[in-house]
């Protein structure tokens, strides 16, 4: 076992990743999915052998905070679908992103799945290089909880009568 008292002296950190590459074997492809689920375009770079399609974020420029990523194809970079987990930002537009997952060459392989009422709902995918990621949309708010109709809980794949309230509440708003 190791010693435990190296670690408690160290400041907590705001974001634990800093940086993220989701390995592609042919990087055109790669690109074209993430752009068509996103509706974005990706910057294309090469670094010696490894070329590289980069995820917009105002991280990666310098000027900003949070995590930054990209896409890469190189030697060692090799998909897989039993790796690492990396949960990808949905903001409040998982079910958007889902949809057109199929669309541009992906897998969708868990739906959209509430985690609990205070961390909100997640979604596992294959990606068009046959990397397993996921999609994080956090809780629900006034203005999004018509979506947790489309939800399932993992344990019993069921919306609770909680959340079904919620959402009439919504509706009667508009």
């Known amino acids: 076992m190791g010693n435990t008292a190296a670690f ?3 400041p907590k950190l705001k974001d634990y990743v800093s940086w993220f590459e989701i390995p592609a074997y042919d990087i055109t492809r790669a690109t074209t999915f993430y752009n068509a689920i996103y509706n974005m375009e990706m910057e294309h770079g090469q670094n010696g052998e490894f070329l590289m399609a980069y995820f917009p ?3 990666s420029t310098g000027t900003g905070t949070g995590v930054a990523g990209a896409l890469i194809q ?3 970079c090799y998909p897989n679908d039993s790796g690492v987990l990396i949960y990808l930002n949905a903001g409040n537009d998982m079910d958007s992103i889902l949809g057109r ?3 541009a060459g992906g897998r969708i392989i868990m739906p ?3 985690i609990s009422d205070a961390s909100g709902y997640f979604a596992l995918f294959i990606d068009s290089e046959g ?3 996921a999609l994080h949309e956090g809780p629900a708010r006034v203005g999004r909880a018509v979506n947790a109709e489309n939800a399932t809980r993992p344990s019993d794949g069921k919306t609770t ?3 079904k309230a919620v959402v009439k509440k919504a509706a ?3």
Do not use: C, F, Q, V
Request: charged share 40%; proline share 8%; aromatic share 0%.
């Open 57 to 59: 974020s105002d991280a």
């Open 101 to 103: 997952i199929e669309l």
């Open 172 to 174: 009667k708003k508009r």
């Open 112 to 114: 959209k799945t509430l």
């Open 131 to 133: 990397n397993r990621l």
């Open 8 to 10: 408690r002296h160290h």
């Open 161 to 163: 009568p909680k959340k």
């Open 74 to 76: 190189g030697p060692g």
